[in-house]
């Protein structure tokens, strides 16, 4: 039976009172994460706003076991998890590394990119609020052009960022998805999905952070809803080497067409600086994504027009 | 009073509700639930839920009529805002 | 503790050979290296061993040395008993990890195959990359013969163990890892029963959940139960605490170790023709050995030298230290590395140890042996002599170094 919020559990593994801002997508998609694993998991997380969601010694807001590590370190802390639930003879726990933009695009790409390498045995979710969040919004790989950031506080980010689900793609995993924190159901299927598979599972997760994109934290969900609306991330999974969209990407490739980019770009302040040459590279790369993703798509003919 | 009784060797944390204390005390605004409006309240049985799916703090709980723990709301308001039925103010 | 179970195996191995046969006799169960000259081997060994069936266990070819020290502390941290090696720029790029591991209390062993560290590049040996972690927290072993690496290795495991505290083995590159000599390989059965399996003291169970190295802040903190914790500083207290404490477990262990497989390291530093000696020599690992010689060239030449070895940098043995060289009026101090802007770093222990004191002893430092320059007895022994006619009365301290080298 396909999930939903009323046959959902109701067991929380991420508890009530904890430090993250109002309305923060990264808990929102830790619940969820957490629930599709069944708390069966030991999480390990580099520094990020994922640590401070944790909690500080000698208290921690979840009730999974976990281990910090350094903010290169996650895909070999990792790593080293598997080895040793293996070395030790333990079966039946997941492990989850779990890390932010920085820790997985720059600092921490390289240990990512080497277990992913060595197939090791694990889920590698990154959730993406596209800046150095933990530290104040500065700018990071997954930054999108424009955008004021911290460390580009006056020209705005003048490159696109890397596209990290191709990046791991090129790695030959078994299982590599997108997800949004406002498709909560999408992401926890996923995450269902990627447990009962072996090797290196990887899954990029959208996370709007208000304060750093400077939007009202009510609107957290609309934010992520407008990017996939738009183009500007699109919900899909590659298992062995196939490629499908899921979730409102899926529709919207068969019977919408993409909304302009402007759209999402006026609810967000970090893009007020945005000049319209960049409007237009923005709308580019998107649309020509978008054809590729669709031509890509095993799961439909090609059939809408961009604008 | 000094620390070793804790005995802890190394940084090693208990889970625990509350654990930033009562972030309740953040918020500006409060959500309130209608429950002329609300689906669940309605009907009398367990549906929609949307609002407990949203909640990035796990504050609210899948009962009916649907309850709200105001001690760790933070008051984002995203309940309201996904709520199909526009059930909830904030206030 | 029983005699050891059967006559002496006696293998000609180098000192990559021995420190893969100690990790291999000590039922290491996760192994992650990264391949550095000259360490290389000894991963090469390992990978064999696992390979072949001879060691049970589960070997990581990461990408780099973080992520090597990485794998070992999470694997730690789960319950395996964990082993890396690596040389000079390898043990530079894990420096953070050293740091974690240590503040996180695992029990992993390190063989650092001593290397010189760039700029300029140099593969050939000194001890600056081991000597540059000595603040990390970690235990520190110097090996003087492939016999020591062997035996170190074994012991490194349960000091580690019963004190929570990593240990680093260093050997120096090529004079001892690419050297063959006799070795005796002490049998499975009786390592078995000198090393228990590891008990840790950290849990990862969903029944039970903890969360390890989460963020401190400068105060302690209560618990949800209202017990007061410690603040980052009473635990990083405590990881001082457990290494000065770990000089009595380093004891134990060696004279354990005596009693079972014959070979005698219940001390932190041994001694050659101390008794009677008014000058004193001190150095490290293979470069004491050096000084032996020199020791005896000086011997035939009617001085009264000795030397002492230094084995253990890290806890650094003060107290035995200072009663040893109660009666010199000259220590020489041969160091293969320099805190660059001051001086050799066991000089610089030995005076801190010696401050306060009875001790009357003039002290000078040498650097030698830099980048694998080779250092000749002769030239030690000299260095010795040159320092006894620069004595002058009441200047027992010098501010830098000198260099035995080309300049």
Redesign the interface.
């Known amino acids: 039976m396909k999930v939903n919020a009323v046959n959902l559990t109701e067991i929380e593994y991420s508890l009530p009172g904890n430090r993250t801002c109002p309305g923060c997508a990264l808990a929102l998609a830790y619940r969820h994460i957490l629930k599709a694993l069944d708390g069966q998991v030991i999480v390990t997380v580099p520094a990020s706003c994922l640590t401070v969601l944790h909690g500080m010694y000698p208290i921690t807001s979840v009730n999974v076991p976990c281990v910090n590590t350094p903010f290169a370190s996650t895909g070999a802390s990792a790593t080293g998890l598997v080895a040793g639930l293996r070395a030790t003879g333990r079966k039946g726990l997941t492990v989850l590394a779990i890390a932010g933009d920085g820790g997985t695009h720059d600092i921490g790409i390289q240990s990512l990119s080497g277990a992913a390498e060595r197939q090791e045995d694990f889920i590698y979710i990154c959730y993406d609020n596209e800046g150095y969040m933990n530290t104040g919004n500065q700018r990071s790989g997954s930054t999108p052009l424009g955008a004021i950031t911290g460390t580009t506080p006056i020209l705005g980010k003048r490159q696109n960022p890397k596209d990290i689900a191709a990046i791991m793609e090129a790695h030959c995993l078994p299982y590599i998805a997108t997800a949004n924190a406002s498709y909560p159901l999408d992401l926890y299927e996923k995450v269902k999905k990627a447990k009962g598979i072996k090797g290196t599972r990887f899954i990029h997760v959208f996370t709007p952070c208000a304060p750093g994109w400077q939007f009202s934290y009510s609107d957290t969900i609309k934010i992520g809803q407008l990017a996939v609306e738009t183009g500007l991330v699109v919900l899909y999974e590659v298992e062995d080497g196939i490629f499908r969209l899921t979730s409102a990407s899926e529709s919207l490739a068969r019977k919408g067409n993409l909304k302009p980019i402007r759209e999402y770009l006026a609810e967000q302040g970090r893009f007020k600086d945005i000049s319209e040459e960049q409007v237009a590279k923005l709308q580019d790369w998107v649309n020509t994504r978008w054809q590729c993703y669709l031509e890509r798509a095993s799961n439909l003919q090609p059939s809408t027009d961009t604008i | 009073m000094g620390t070793r009784e804790c005995k802890h060797i190394c940084d090693e944390s208990s889970p625990a509700i509350g654990e930033a204390g009562e972030t309740g005390e953040w918020r500006s605004l409060m959500p309130v639930i209608h429950n002329n409006k609300c689906i669940p309240a309605k009907q009398k049985k367990p549906s929609c839920f949307i609002c407990w799916l949203y909640c990035p703090d796990a504050v609210i709980k899948k009962t009916i009529p649907i309850q709200i723990n105001l001690e760790y709301c933070k008051g984002c308001g995203i309940c309201m805002q996904v709520c199909p039925a526009k059930a909830i103010n904030m206030v | 503790m029983a005699r050891k179970s059967r006559e002496a195996d006696i293998r000609l191995l180098d000192g990559n050979q021995a420190a893969a046969e100690g990790a291999r006799l000590s039922r290491v169960?996760?192994i992650?290296a990264y391949p550095i000259t000259p360490q290389t081997p000894l991963t090469e060994e390992l990978s064999e061993f696992v390979e072949k069936g001879d060691l049970k266990?589960?070997y990581?070819?990461?990408?780099?040395e973080?992520?090597?020290m990485?794998?070992?502390?999470?694997?730690?941290?789960?319950?395996?008993r964990?082993f890396t090696a690596t040389s000079a720029h390898g043990l530079a790029y894990m420096h953070?990890?050293l740091h974690?591991v240590a503040?996180?209390?695992l029990p992993v062993v390190l063989a650092c195959v001593n290397r010189a560290i760039g700029a300029p590049w140099n593969i050939l040996n000194d001890q600056q990359d081991s000597i540059s972690q000595r603040d990390t927290g970690w235990i520190q072993i110097y090996a003087r013969n492939n016999q020591e690496i062997l035996d170190s290795i074994i012991q490194a495991y349960k000091i580690a163990e019963s004190v929570?505290v990593p240990v680093m083995v260093c050997f120096d590159g090529y004079v001892l890892s690419h050297t063959e000599m006799p070795v005796d390989v002490p049998s499975q059965e009786d390592v078995d029963r000198f090393l228990p399996p590891y008990k840790p003291?950290?849990?990862?169970?969903?029944t039970n959940?903890?969360?390890?190295?989460?963020?401190?802040?400068a105060d302690?903190?209560?618990?949800?139960e209202g017990?007061?914790?410690?603040?980052y500083m009473?635990?990083r207290y405590?990881l001082q605490e457990?290494l000065q404490n770990a000089a009595e477990t380093i004891i134990k262990v060696g004279q354990e170790f005596h009693e079972l497989f014959g070979r005698n390291y219940a001390n932190m530093f041994w001694e050659d023709n101390l008794d009677d000696a008014d000058i004193v020599t001190v150095a490290m690992g293979s470069l004491a050995m050096e000084a032996k010689v020199a020791v005896s060239m000086l011997r035939e030449e009617g001085h009264k030298v000795g030397i002492l070895g230094l084995r253990i940098f890290r806890p650094f043995p003060k107290a035995t230290l200072v009663k040893a060289l109660a009666k010199a009026r000259l220590i020489v101090v041969f160091d293969k590395n320099i805190s660059y802007g001051s001086e050799g770093a066991t000089c610089s222990e030995i005076k801190s140890a010696l401050y306060g004191s009875q001790a009357k002893a003039a002290i000078r430092n040498f650097i030698v042996g830099l980048g694998g320059r080779d250092v000749k007895a002769r030239e030690l022994a000299d260095a010795v002599k040159a320092s006894l006619t620069s004595l002058k009365p009441g200047a027992l301290n010098i501010e830098y170094p000198e260099w035995i080298c080309y300049i």
Request: with cysteine; proline share 5%.
């Open positions: 169960q996760v992650a266990a589960e990581i070819a990461v990408e780099s973080h992520s090597a990485t794998v070992c502390t999470s694997a730690s941290l789960v319950g395996a964990t953070e990890m974690w503040g996180a209390r929570y003291h950290t849990l990862l169970d969903p959940p903890k969360n390890y190295n989460l963020v401190t802040l302690p903190r209560n618990n949800a017990v007061l914790c410690h603040g009473e635990l405590l457990a």
